[in-house]
């Protein structure tokens, strides 16, 4: 069974953001790991999270459904425009993932950054 | 070229075995062929496929999933046969892709993809019990 590695780490762009880098393969048996570790780091205390996808070789629906309940996790109540998240930005996808994002229509409601730096700045 | 070589596999439907799926898909893949991209669409949509039939075909229940895969000239050709409940996937209601993430209800990403990426996708019921979902993809084998 594949796992999934979840790193957390932290960064100061405007906000304290917390990154969580992803390793592994996100499909239906793992995501809920991802979603779990979401919600503790939203427990926590986060509210600008930056999840890299730089070592996700693979990304099926049921990583977009943790997506989807993590910009929910982070959304306050009030936004319900069709408007990228200032809360949730994505890292590095790799060419498939990307692909599939922009399939589902993910790339109009999260900002997609190739450099961490730039990523981390823009929150 | 003529039907090329043909790969099975057999497993116990569990989600513990979506990785041992792709891999197999992968490993056909090559031996096929098949390039670099249609082969993700490929583990993409068998993956949407089998996650399908395990969570919403056989439940609680326990069961096997069958795959076939084979390639005709440029084409790939998958089966995939359980013998769960018959499923129908216009049942299934399609992603809202133009509103809000928040207001945007959770499901049917998984059959969007399937028909997405795909050039043909057929869900068949079997005579006497199960299903069986033919998905073809054309232009995925590269020249030789």
Known sequence: ?123 | MAKGQVFDLSVKASLENLQKIRQYIDHAGELLGVSESALGDLRLVVDEAVTNVILHGYGELEGTVELHMEGEDDAVTIRIRDRAETFNPSQVKKPQLDTALKDRPFGGMGIFLIKKMTDEAEFLPIPGGGNEIRLVKRGAILPK
């Not at chain 1, 996808?53 to 693979?58: D, K, R, S, T």
Request: charged fraction near 20%.
């Open chain 1, 1 to 123: 069974m594949g796992t999934l590695n979840i790193m957390v780490g932290q960064a100061q762009g405007n906000v304290p953001v917390t990154i969580l880098r992803v390793e592994g393969d996100i499909d239906a048996a793992t995501h809920k790991s991802l979603q779990d570790k979401a919600a503790e780091v939203v427990e926590g205390g986060a509210t600008h999270i930056l999840l890299d996808l730089g070592a996700v070789n693979y990304m099926g629906s049921a990583g977009f459904r943790a997506i989807h309940a993590m910009t929910n996790m982070l959304s306050d109540e009030a936004s319900s425009e069709l408007s990228k998240s200032p809360y949730l930005k994505l890292l590095n996808p790799t060419e498939a993932v990307a692909r599939v994002i922009k399939t589902l229509g993910f790339d109009v409601y999260l900002d997609i950054y190739q450099d961490r730096d730039e990523a981390v700045g823009s929150f």
